[in-house]
C-alpha cells in the first residue's frame, strides 16, 4: 500500500503534479462526503436557478425559431435573457466557488494537523464557519485586483496571479489575516515564481479538460441543434446544467495543488516541518510495549 502523502516537504515541479492527483485518490471518499455535506445544498440551488434561466432561454430561442415573434417587431436586446434566474444563478455561483475552496482548504489544513488522519464532520463544520466569510472577502478583493491588473496593465496580471493564489491557503493554514497573507505571499513565492506559476497552469488546464470532458458532448449537441435549427430539448438543457453544477468538484485539483505549492515554497523558506521533527526529539515517552531494538 502506498505510504499517505506527506504535505510539508520540498517537491519540484513534477512532484507537485503528481502528489496532487495522490492526495486527491488517497482522500476521494471523505471529500467527496464533505462536498456533498456542505456544498450539496448551493449545488441544489445553482442547479434550479440555472435550469429556470436555461428553460427561460430555450424557450425563447423555440418561440423566435417557431416564428411566435414578428422579427421586425420583436429584436431581442443584449439585456433581453437577463432576468431574476440570472442573477440568482449568479449568486450561487459565488456561493458555490466559495464554500468549495473553504471545505477543501479546510480538510487540507485538518488533515495536516491531524498527521494525516481524515477530520471529523464537527473539525469540518469548526473550520468552514470560522473561515468562510474571512474568505469570502477575500476572494472578492483579489478577484477585483487581479482584474484591474489584467485590464489595465496584462503581464504584471499574470505576475500577480499565483501570487494572490496563495493568499487564501496561507490564511487557512496559518490561520492569520488577508493583510498579512498577503505580504506573506509576496516572501514565499520570491525566487520561486516560475515553479508555482508552471505548476498552476498545468493543474488549471488539466482541470478545465476534465470539466470540458465531462460538458462537452452536450455543449457540442447544443451547438449542432442551434446549427440545423432543432427545437431545444429542455430536459436535454437541464442536464447540462446539472453536469456543469456537479464538475465543482473538481475544484479538489487547483485547492490541492495550491496547497501543495504553499506548503513547498514554506518548507524552501522556512523548514517548519524540519523543526517541527527537532522540536519533538527526545519526547518518546520511555514507557511503550514495543520490544528493544536488536543490532
Known amino acids: 500500500m502506498q505510504p499517505k502523502v506527506e504535505l510539508a ?37 445553482g442547479i434550479i436557478s440555472a435550469s429556470l434561466f436555461q ?22 436586446s443584449p439585456f433581453s435573457f437577463f432576468g431574476p434566474e ?14 468549495t475552496i473553504v471545505t477543501f482548504l479546510s480538510y487540507i ?10 477530520p471529523t464532520t464537527e473539525e469540518m463544520w469548526g473550520y468552514i464557519k ?7 472577502g477575500s476572494s472578492f478583493l483579489l478577484n477585483l485586483l487581479l482584474g484591474i491588473a489584467l485590464v489595465f496593465c496584462l503581464v504584471p496580471g499574470f505576475y500577480l496571479a499565483p501570487i494572490f493564489a496563495l493568499i487564501l491557503p496561507i490564511m487557512v ?19 520561486n515564481w516560475w515553479v508555482t506559476f508552471g505548476s498552476l497552469i498545468v493543474i488549471w488546464i488539466i482541470f478545465y479538460v476534465a470539466m470540458m470532458a465531462v460538458t462537452m458532448p452536450a455543449s457540442i ?5 442551434i446549427a440545423l435549427h432543432w427545437t431545444l430539448s429542455k430536459p436535454f438543457a437541464i442536464l447540462t446544467v446539472v453536469l456543469q453544477q456537479l ?31 527537532i522540536s519533538k526529539l527526545g519526547n518518546t515517552p520511555t514507557n511503550t510495549d514495543l520490544p528493544a531494538e536488536e543490532y
Not at 221 to 225: F, V
Open 247 to 277: 464538475c465543482q468538484l473538481f475544484m479538489v485539483i487547483p485547492v490541492t495543488a495550491l496547497s501543495l505549492c504553499y506548503f513547498n515554497l514554506t518548507e524552501s523558506k522556512d523548514g517548519t516541518s524540519l523543526m517541527d521533527k
Open 86 to 99: 440570472y442573477f440568482l444563478f449568479i449568486l450561487f455561483i459565488i456561493l458555490i466557488y466559495n464554500t
Open 109 to 118: 489544513a485538518l488533515y495536516k494537523e491531524k498527521d494525516k488522519q481524515v
Open 221 to 225: 449537441l447544443n451547438g449542432i441543434s
Open 9 to 45: 516537504r520540498i517537491r519540484d515541479f513534477g512532484e507537485i503534479i503528481s502528489d496532487t492527483f495522490l492526495f486527491v485518490r488517497q482522500n476521494i471518499k471523505p471529500l467527496l462526503k464533505y462536498f456533498f455535506i456542505f456544498c450539496g445544498i448551493f449545488i441544489v440551488g
Open 55 to 76: 428553460l427561460k432561454w430555450t424557450g425563447t430561442m423555440n418561440s423566435i425559431r417557431d416564428g411566435a415573434f414578428n422579427t421586425n417587431e420583436y429584436r431581442p
Open 130 to 136: 470560522y473561515y468562510y466569510l474571512k474568505v469570502l
Open 173 to 191: 493554514m496559518e490561520n492569520t489575516s488577508f493583510s498579512y497573507a498577503f505580504n506573506r505571499s509576496f516572501f514565499l513565492i520570491k525566487e
